[in-house]
């Protein structure tokens, strides 16, 4: 049974460009979270999806914007991108049904570097 | 709203000796409580957690938490540490039916020969 994956593993990007980051959820999950994580610092929550809707969003700004698939899969998209962006992007799968979030499981993540 | 404090950034210990990872918790409502272990250039991996019950929750590789709610934390221990248990660890929180994470600023765990 295949875990949560992740696309690309490592990008480089210059400032202003855009970046769309790929997450494919575990098997049988639905929901699909994504998180922010920037050198020495814990994962931020970014926003996530469920039925192909955002329903939760942090504190982020528009330029960040997302998408989910009716096979369940998601993208991230960061448009306009500045060097504050550069992180370890962390995608996290669950169930919706179960709403227990210690059903969650994390991607290896994608490391976004910004120029 | 919930936040999370790891009070230290960087644990030096030497193997075999016992090692404490602080951790304390703000929310206005009950909460879940986890422990993620995050090894270089790799995602997090779910060490423990504790939902309800007993107070005192044990995980993977040897490592235990006790939940205090009047003091509100939840301190990760284990016994004797090895080179391996080198690396970052991060406590969080989750509202019930709530599946958002809240994480602290991790603890770099450095155990050495």
């Known amino acids: 049974d295949a875990g949560v994956t992740q696309s690309p593993t490592h990008l480089i990007k210059t400032r202003g460009q855009q970046v769309t980051l790929r997450c494919s959820p575990k098997?049988?999950?639905?929901?699909v979270s994504w998180y922010q994580q920037a050198l020495g610092q814990g994962p931020q929550f970014i926003f996530q999806y469920y039925e192909e809707e955002e329903r939760q969003r942090g504190n982020f700004p528009d330029r960040f914007s997302g998408h989910q698939f009716p096979n369940y899969s998601s993208e991230l998209n960061v448009n306009a991108l500045l060097l504050g962006d550069s992180a370890l992007y962390l995608c996290?799968?669950?169930?919706?049904?179960?709403?227990?979030?210690?059903?969650?499981?994390f991607g290896p993540g994608t490391r976004l570097t910004v120029l | 709203a919930q936040s999370v404090t790891q009070l230290d950034s960087q644990v030096p210990v030497f193997e075999e000796a016992p090692v404490e990872l602080r951790c304390n918790y703000s929310?206005?409502?009950?909460?879940?409580l986890f422990w993620y272990v995050q090894y270089p250039n790799q995602g997090l991996q779910l060490l423990l957690k504790y939902l309800s019950g007993s107070t005192l929750v044990k995980g993977i590789n040897g490592f235990e938490a006790e939940f205090n709610k009047s003091q509100t934390s939840f301190h990760l221990r284990k016994p004797s540490v090895h080179i391996s248990d080198t690396a970052e660890y991060f406590c969080a929180v989750s509202r019930y039916n709530f599946n958002k994470f809240y994480f602290g600023s991790g603890t770099k765990l450095n155990v050495k020969p």
């Open positions: 929310s206005s409502v009950s909460v879940y």
């Open positions: 996290a799968s669950s169930l919706e049904a179960t709403q227990r979030p210690d059903t969650q499981y």
């Open positions: 098997s049988g999950h639905d929901t």
